[in-house]
């Protein structure tokens, strides 16, 4: 079956520092995505990037799709960027809208 | 501005009991919707989507059942509540069509907890 791996799984950082979250996938994608989820459970969506790269404030993201990976890069850390970040692909073939989940990567921010 | 609102917000129920959970959809017409799950501390699975009113899809068995009674609502349902059917459940939107059409919107959920 097709396959999302995050890595690393859980990452703590000091405030200030740079943050590079990796996703490898098993098969040929069609679309990626990446997703914040708060704390409380609340899923936001921070990209959705099939290929190239892409800007938003500090965050950046990257896919390389004939390599089977993106990336998701944090700038300048603050405390509120904490929480759990998920990589999500979508193949083709699959079911409407079906995104397969990595497993996530915790991260956390210290002051 | 396209509003996606769950209900309730959390349930404790007890296994063998019957559960509703709720999404409505303001401000987007015949959105494709779906519901998705995450076991606590897990990953999030795909449970079932719709294109339309009427029509909705199986993708993982779970002793769940889903409907769509309305354009704009999203209905997640079993009869009898299994201890496994604990944790969070998201119900989400896309767009039919466009360039933004393969992007997921998700709720701010629903917490099960089944005892």
């Known amino acids: 079956g097709q396959q999302v791996q995050q890595s690393p799984a859980s990452l703590v950082l000091q405030e200030g520092e740079n943050a590079e979250l990796q996703c490898n996938f098993s098969s040929t994608a069609t679309r990626l995505q990446w997703f914040y989820q708060h704390p409380g459970g609340r899923l936001v969506s921070l990209f959705y990037n099939p290929s190239g790269t892409k800007h938003t404030g500090r965050l950046t993201s990257t896919t390389v799709t004939n390599e089977r990976r993106g990336s998701l890069h944090i700038s300048s850390s603050q405390t509120t960027d904490s929480g759990t970040y998920f990589c999500?692909?979508?193949?083709?073939?699959?079911?409407?809208?079906?995104?397969?989940f990595g497993a996530g990567t915790q991260l956390i921010v210290i002051p | 501005a396209q509003t996606i609102h769950q209900w309730p917000v959390a349930e404790i129920k007890a296994v063998g009991s019957p559960l509703s959970l709720g999404c409505t959809i303001k401000?987007?017409?015949?959105?494709?919707l779906y519901w998705y799950w995450q076991a606590t501390g897990g990953t999030l699975q795909q449970l079932f989507y719709s294109i339309t009113v009427g029509q909705v899809e199986s993708v993982v068995q779970l002793n769940l059942s889903a409907s769509r009674p309305k354009d704009d609502q999203f209905i997640l349902s079993t009869e009898k509540l299994l201890l496994s059917h604990s944790g969070f459940y998201l119900c989400?939107?896309?767009?039919?069509?466009?360039?933004?059409?393969?992007?997921?919107?998700f709720g701010s959920g629903t917490r099960l907890t089944v005892l």
């Open positions: 989400a939107w896309s767009l039919v069509w466009g360039p933004s059409a393969e992007t997921l919107y």
């Open positions: 401000g987007k017409s015949s959105p494709n």
């Open positions: 999500a692909i979508g193949y083709r073939g699959s079911a409407l809208g079906r995104l397969h």
